[in-house]
């Protein structure tokens, strides 16, 4: 995937269609941008990287012409121009892939790439013309090596096909540059190589990639050059050739991370946690076993719609079981509602902490103690005194980079948000923990932080289930890996047996070998 030296050459020598110099965005106290700098040329695919906060999501909102910066230039074809509104944006060819993708479910492929533009059919009722809309899509399409077709809906489409819808909406555009934000951070690995391919074929076209992750093998692999931010200033720049993983780290958070993954200090204990042929509503007829034992991180892999988080809210009884049983430290209980397990230790960190995890408008203090009130009430009463008491221990124990704990949580960056989701449940000495995509979203830094409390946690004989689909983070962080196909357990392997391909044979429902492939 990686461009010939003739053609890195032709990039680098040719003229920039775009240019920022010196732009500058500030809010209340903080400094968002600082004097930035940044030239795109065509077929250029530039990955930018930094720590939540470091300026990336205000640097994008300039280009898209949301923000109005508080000074520089952006020139556009060597016309330049204070500020962009968002047409004047489109009108330069710049388009946005979102980490949340803005589809319409309940619409078809091109319905959804031509939305608030569709061709009519001109008469009495104008209406829109579906002929000539999916005709206009399907060239998109073939373009980008889709495997459906312009008619097929949007709701029957994988996250890495509907990515490929919204880049598809891009060139509708006739875009010249795609930004692309977090664009791997629901993929598993197989659609995650796709759309590098995607991002390949793009390049070859003449068209730029701004390519934002905090999945730095994927920046190596994918990118010409990396812009690296700190702190809302221009840290450095690394071409292609120079790009190391230790190097962007080093300069994305301004040291050395010693340790990246921290092996177990101690052998696994009992099991606290099984899971005897329960069936969820995902997969009614597939019947589930597993056992997770106190001490230990579980990663439990496979490819997205495999079951991993439907068996995840079984267990937690936000879901129905149908059939089976759950037990604790050896003794089966009915898991009929969330109760069930958190009166039992048993708790869920999940994986939309925006939508299921946190409350945004609450205070940090008042997330984390929201769980268990009645420790902090006299009377029926709240205690405002030991909820920020509370907060502020726990403030303390993650590391929760605020100000205080009064401050608003949806303020936090993701990593923050992160720590206060699970700071919750720490402060209700959970047994079993299970962490459905806890690093999903959140920079290099963050991530290992959580690492960090997770094996913390395990090394304090708490159970851990890991429910993860990054590769790296689940062979790096786990104690065994337990693989998901099709609703049920294809497999589990040891740390011997630890591979990219003994995960992925796993998850496609092959078999590997046997020794040491299950435990």
């Known amino acids: 995937m990686n461009a010939s030296p003739q053609k890195s050459r032709a990039i680098a020598d040719a003229k920039p269609f775009l240019r920022l110099s010196g732009v500058r965005k500030a809010y209340p106290g903080v400094v968002a941008l600082a004097g930035f700098d940044l030239e795109v040329r065509p077929g250029e695919v530039i990955g930018i990287v930094g720590e939540n906060g470091a300026g990336k999501s205000t640097l994008m909102k300039i280009l898209g012409g949301v923000v109005v910066p508080d000074g520089g230039t952006i020139e556009v074809d060597g016309v330049a121009s204070q500020s962009f509104t968002v047409t004047e944006s489109i009108r330069a060819g710049i388009a946005f892939v979102h980490q949340e993708l803005n589809l319409f479910d309940n619409l078809d492929v091109a319905a959804n790439v031509f939305i608030g533009r569709e061709p009519r059919k001109y008469g009495i009722l104008n209406i829109v013309d579906t002929e000539r809309q999916r005709a206009a899509v399907a060239p998109l399409l073939r373009r980008l090596g889709a495997n459906f077709g312009p008619a097929a809906p949007v709701r029957k489409l994988s996250l890495a096909q509907q990515q490929i819808v919204e880049i598809a909406k891009a060139l509708s555009y006739e875009a010249r540059l795609i930004i692309l934000d977090e664009p791997t951070s629901s993929l598993p ?22 390519f934002i992750s905090h999945r730095l093998h994927e920046i190596e692999r994918a990118c010409d050059r990396v812009v690296v931010l ?62 997770l034992h106190r001490g230990e991180i579980l990663g439990l892999a496979g490819l997205v719609g495999s079951g991993r988080s439907e068996l995840a809210r079984a267990i937690f009884g936000i879901d129905a079981i149908f059939g089976g049983e759950v037990a604790f430290a050896g003794k089966a209980f009915a898991v009929r509602a969330t109760g069930d397990a958190t009166s039992r230790g048993i708790f869920l960190v999940p994986e939309d902490r925006k939508g299921a995890g946190i409350l945004l408008d609450l205070s940090i203090a008042e997330n984390i103690t929201l769980p268990n009130l009645g420790a902090y009430s006299r009377g029926g009463i709240v205690s405002t005194l030991a909820e920020i008491k509370r907060g502020e221990r726990s403030k303390a124990e ?47 830094g963050a991530k290992f932080e959580i690492y960090r409390l997770m094996r913390g946690l395990a090394d304090a004989g708490v159970a851990v289930l890991m429910i993860s689909s990054d590769m790296e983070e689940v062979i790096g962080v786990s104690d065994r ?13 040891t740390r011997d047996r630890f591979s990219e391909e003994n995960v992925l044979m796993l998850a496609v429902g092959r078999e590997v070998e046997e020794t040491g492939a299950r435990a």
């Open 189 to 210: 690995l197989h659609e995650t190589e796709k759309l590098l391919e995607v991002i390949h074929g793009l390049k070859a076209d003449g068209i730029a990639v701004i």
């Open 230 to 291: 700190r702190d809302g200033e221009f840290a450095g720049e690394l071409d292609r050739a120079e790009v190391t993983y230790q190097k962007l780290v080093r300069m994305m958070i301004g040291r050395e991370l010693k340790v990246v993954y921290t092996p177990p200090s101690r052998p696994r204990g009992e099991v606290a946690l099984s899971a005897r042929a329960i069936r969820t509503a995902a997969y009614p007829r597939q019947p589930v076993t597993l056992d």
């Open 398 to 444: 993650l590391d929760i980079r605020a100000p205080n704990v009064k401050m608003r949580t949806g303020a936090l960056s993701g990593g923050n948000q992160q720590k206060v989701a699970l700071a919750k449940w720490l402060a209700m000495d959970p047994q079993v923990i299970v962490l459905d995509e806890p690093t999903r979203g959140i920079d290099i």
């Open 481 to 493: 890996i337990a693989v998901m196909h099709e609703g049920r357990i294809s497999g589990t392997l």
